[in-house]
Nanobody, 123 residues
Framework: EVQLVESGGGSVQAGGSRRLSCAASGLAYRNPCMGWWRQAPGKGREGVASIAADGYTDYTDSVKGRFTISRDNARNALYLQMNSLKPEDTGWYYC?????????????????WGRGTQVTVSS
């Protein structure tokens, strides 16, 4: 059974930081691509970042220079360090996995994802 469990969400003031974590288990892929997508209140889903097994990363333009995606393959863990947070970063953040990477925008189409963790950024 595939399990992706996100944690680390919460409330933060604009300009602050937050680190999201994702614990993965049961994935069928040997070297999965991992990523994060989010959904803001009243808006559509957005692929945020992806990271290949070899460490290659891709980010959506709105988070470049502020967010950093990383992974610990030995721990089957995925992280998203979010700095300089803005109110528009508010939303539910989901960890996702797929066999291969094709860019952050494709994270939305990953077949495996968790229940999400909520991030609220106040101005």
């Amino acid at each position: 059974e595939v399990q992706l469990v996100e944690s680390g969400g919460g409330s933060v003031q604009a300009g602050g930081s937050r680190r999201l974590s994702c614990a993965a288990s049961g994935l069928a892929y040997r070297n999965p691509c991992m990523g994060w997508w989010r959904q803001a209140p009243g808006k559509g889903r957005e692929g945020v970042a992806s990271i290949a097994a070899d460490g290659y990363t891709d980010y959506t333009d709105s988070v470049k220079g502020r967010f950093t995606i990383s992974r610990d393959n030995a721990r089957n863990a995925l992280y998203l360090q979010m700095n300089s947070l803005k109110p528009e970063d508010t939303g539910w953040y989901y960890c996702a996995a797929d066999a291969g990477c094709r860019g952050s925008g494709y994270v939305l189409a990953f077949p495996d994802w968790g229940r999400g963790t909520q991030v609220t950024v106040s101005s």
